[in-house]
């Protein structure tokens, strides 16, 4: 394990000076966001982004970039996140009972390292004014200064800042000091990512997403980097995966292997990972403290599509910092939030529960997808945006809930 960083006082928010507008705690694309966003509204805002790592460093992920998120960081005045890698425009969907789609999307993904991902973003905030900080995050507590004003204070006092965001993961030290628990099992994923040769055969790059009935629901992915490389994984159910009768490696690992027999992963690529999925968000608290991306369990329980909401929630987060700093933050932070993803989580929670106990709507819905482009559209937009689902499906899917939980 590596040390902190010694506090510097000339680092705001240290020592005995005046605490920062914003803390933010994790600088993945949540806090990032964040950050940028708070330095967008106020230039001269005292922002410091602390975590345990430098950058860049790898972090266990699908890597893959919706257009929803280059939409994000386009507002935040963020052009070149995605310079250098070449967009892929086509996905194809195999379910267990055969049904397959591979249509061109609409809007093309970019599949980019979060290695290089994460470090753009942090370099994008610190060339905006935000001050970086390594060290690792342990405890924290709101108090009052000398005039009676809340001031989150970190690790006994070492920072001190008038609203923290935690973007700090899937195991957050923000949310833990809470007193916010994590997800429970059925709402909790884990997945196995590696690298490997991308396929090789004619057909142009895309992204392949295979469903396997094993601990359903559960799929294998194989995403095209675009320099020869592919992002591979796996990835299933904690409680489903707690029921399969052997080690959680052996899991994951063996039905990688099977399901991508032809991308054999590259050597000491293999990490696993949590996806805290938003079927169980905890509901986010009034006051400083604020949590973002992982952290707030925003993982899309259908795709398991994280960096979007990360981003998305990020901005959010730091736009209430600076516009209703202090206690307000967090009320504004909740409806902000809601206002942009809540019609989106609670139709994605349905959907992710009907599919869970009743697999064949999967191939259904695939299977008429192959068929009507615009139904695949409106697929991609709940698995990788905020698309909701039309109310006449909405009102179909209702009744057919009602009639399972009677029987």
Partial sequence: MHAPSPVHAAVP???NGPPV???????????????LRALQLRPDARVVIVDAADFPRDKTCGDGIAPHGV????ALGITDATSGYRPVDRMRLRTPGGAEVATPSERATHVIPREVFDARLVAAARARGAEFLRRRVRSLEVTADG?????????????RARVVVGADGANSTVRRALG?????????????????????????PEQLIEMTD??????????PIGDGRANIGYGMLRSRLRAAGTTPKAVLHGTLARLLPDTPAYEGTLRAHHLPLSTHRPRLPDGPVLLAGDAASLINPLTGEGIYYALLSGS??????????????????????????GRHLRHTSLLAGLAGRHRPLMDAA????????????????????KGTIPAGSLARLGLRRVFTAAR
């Avoid at 914003?22 to 950050?35: E, F, I």
């Avoid at 939409?71 to 386009?74: A, I, P, Q, S, T």
């Avoid at 005039?147 to 920072?159: I, K």
């Avoid at 559960?218 to 995403?223: D, H, I, P, Q």
């Fill in 13 to 15: 928010g240290t020592g």
């Fill in 180 to 204: 916010i628990a994590p997800n429970p099992p059925e709402g909790l994923a884990i997945a196995v990512r590696a690298y490997a040769d991308a396929p090789k055969d004619d057909r142009p």
């Fill in 366 to 385: 695939v299977r008429s997808a192959s068929r009507r482009t615009e139904l695949y559209d409106s697929l991609v937009e709940i698995g990788l945006g």
């Fill in 147 to 159: 005039g009676g004003e809340p001031v989150v204070t970190v690790d006994g006092g070492v920072l």
């Fill in 71 to 74: 939409d994000v960081l386009r």
């Fill in 214 to 223: 094993e601990g359903w629901p559960a799929y294998a992915w194989s995403f």
């Fill in 316 to 341: 959010l987060a730091g736009q209430a910092a600076i516009t209703d700093p202090g206690p307000a933050a967090g009320r504004a932070y909740r409806r902000a939030l809601d206002g942009e993803l």
């Fill in 21 to 35: 507008d914003l803390l933010v705690v994790g600088g993945g694309p949540a806090g990032s966001a964040a950050a």
